[in-house]
């Protein structure tokens, strides 16, 4: 069964330090992995995704995601935090069967910014 | 803006009481996806419907019910309603299996 683990449900950094969310995932079939933001009181937007291309995934707003099936990993980088970048990050997989398609999501890691 | 729209943006109401959330999905996109976020359970989800079927259903409550219509908008009922109810509930849409887009979410309190 698919499932998605990210680690560290708060991680606080910077402005203009390294951001590193970690997100770990299960899947018994090659995956489609994503990565959502959201802001406060906001919807969910679509960072970016995996859909076994390139392992190596750009976004929007300089963030990426590398895909490494030798550690079932897919952790969300950006160079240089700015505070416009706290929110909370979902990592998520999709299941696809018999024409249907879910999203099974992780819990979230909140990211906080300092000046 | 991802092309999703959700009405109303809040609800408050009772327990006992029975709501309706709509969606309208992007242009040209076929499937519709309802989620639940709530802070004990995270998001979780609920159904998907695909041109006016039912095509998966997640971790719906039997007193929950959707449906989409012929113009591809989709209804989210929730009825006998619990203090748990409370959440937020989002609306996705794609095109067939691809990428989901997510809308702006209503947010139910059930008091």
């Known amino acids: 069964a698919q499932s998605v683990t990210q680690l560290g449900s708060h991680v606080s950094v910077s402005e203009g330090a390294l951001v590193l969310l970690r997100c770990n995932y299960s899947?018994?079939?090659?995956?489609?992995l994503f990565w959502y933001v959201q802001y406060p009181n906001q919807g969910l937007q679509l960072l970016l995704k995996y859909t076994s291309a390139a392992t190596l995934v750009k976004g929007i707003n300089g963030f990426e995601a590398e895909f490494k099936k030798s550690e079932t990993s897919f952790h969300l980088t950006k160079p240089s935090a700015h505070m416009s970048d706290a929110a909370e990050y979902f990592c998520?997989?999709?299941?696809?069967?018999?024409?249907?398609?879910?999203?099974?999501f992780g819990a979230g890691t909140r990211l906080a910014v300092h000046p | 803006d991802s092309g999703v729209t959700q009405t109303p943006k809040h609800l408050i109401t009772a327990t006992g009481q029975r709501v309706t959330l709509r969606c309208s999905p992007r242009?040209?996109?076929?499937?519709v996806y309802w989620y639940q976020q709530s802070l004990d359970q995270g998001l979780q989800f609920l159904i998907q419907y695909y041109n006016g079927e039912e095509r998966a259903k997640g971790n719906i409550l039997e007193r929950f019910s959707a449906q989409q219509f012929p113009d591809l908008h989709s209804e989210l009922n929730l009825s006998s309603l619990e203090l748990g109810d409370s959440a937020l509930y989002f609306c996705?849409?794609?095109?067939?299996?691809?990428?989901?887009?997510f809308g702006p979410g209503t947010r139910l309190t059930v008091l």
């Open positions: 242009s040209g996109d076929l499937s």
């Open positions: 899947s018994s079939v090659p995956p489609y």
């Open positions: 996705a849409s794609s095109a067939g299996t691809d990428t989901q887009y």
């Open positions: 998520a997989v999709s299941l696809f069967s018999g024409g249907y398609n879910k999203l099974i």
